[in-house]
Nanobody, 114 residues
């Protein structure tokens, strides 16, 4: 299983970014996909999740600003991030569970700064 995350970068407060995570080695369409993030000096936290049927869930801190989506044909999950603020600065990781373990992407750095 491999997860390839991309799309991070430097953005000004109030700006937007779209992260992508392309999966291989799994039957993508049947797997829930999740985005996490880890800010400097903090624990990794759940950002957003999407089930195989498209049901979504978000951390309170990103509700109304972030949108998770998936394209099963491209085996890719996206995280659209709007109205970014400095507190969103972190390394963002995608994750999938394939029995009997979790698999993580390599992470993509998002820096929100003026």
């Amino acid at each position: 299983v491999q997860l390839q995350a991309s799309g991070g970068g430097l953005v000004q407060p109030g700006g937007s970014l779209r992260l992508s995570c392309k999966a291989s080695g799994i039957v993508f369409s049947i797997n829930a996909m999740t985005w996490y993030r880890q800010a400097p000096g903090k624990q990794r936290e759940l950002v957003a999740a999407i089930t195989s049927s498209g049901t979504t869930n978000y951390a309170d801190s990103v509700k109304g600003r972030f949108t998770i989506s998936r394209d099963n044909a491209r085996r890719t999950v996206y995280l659209q991030m709007n109205s970014l603020n400095p507190e969103d600065t972190a390394v963002y990781y995608c994750k999938v569970y394939k029995y009997p373990r979790e698999y993580w992407g390599q992470g993509t750095l998002v820096t929100v700064s003026s």
